[in-house]
């Protein structure tokens, strides 16, 4: 069964930085994706904040672009996203999710969320 471990949420101040990571079990090829969704209060969609695909291509969400990075570290199975500078905007529940488009157990996988708030 696949499990994604997240870890980094909080209450952040304006202006700093989060790292937020998110474990898996397993390897993922080339073709696999990982990466973060954002849902804000009141909102009932999730959008997609950064992703990387198993090849190290990688895809910011505008608002975030610039000043985020999304990385995999292969040694320990997990995805970080770094974010600078931050917004209230940026606030809202993560969720990392995974793609298993050619590894087994295929399919789309989600944690089970982490908050972050950023104070002002």
């Known amino acids: 069964q696949v499990q994604l471990v997240e870890s980094g949420g909080g209450l952040v101040q304006a202006g700093g930085s989060l790292r937020l990571s998110c474990q898996t079990s397993?390897?993922?090829?080339?073709?696999?994706?990982m990466g973060w969704y954002r849902q804000t209060r009141g909102e009932t969609q999730r959008e997609l904040v950064a992703?990387?695909?198993?090849?190290?291509?990688?895809q910011y969400e505008r608002s975030v672009k610039g000043r985020s990075t999304i990385s995999w570290d292969d040694a320990k199975n997990t995805v970080h996203l770094q974010i600078d500078g931050l917004k209230s905007g940026d606030s809202g529940v993560y969720y990392c999710?995974?793609?298993?488009?050619?590894?087994?157990?295929?399919?789309?996988?989600w944690g089970q969320g982490t908050q972050v708030t950023v104070s002002s």
């Open positions: 992703s990387i695909i198993g090849d190290g291509q990688t």
């Open positions: 999710y995974q793609n298993r488009r050619t590894t087994p157990p295929l399919g789309l996988y």
């Open positions: 397993g390897r993922l090829s080339s073709d696999d994706a």
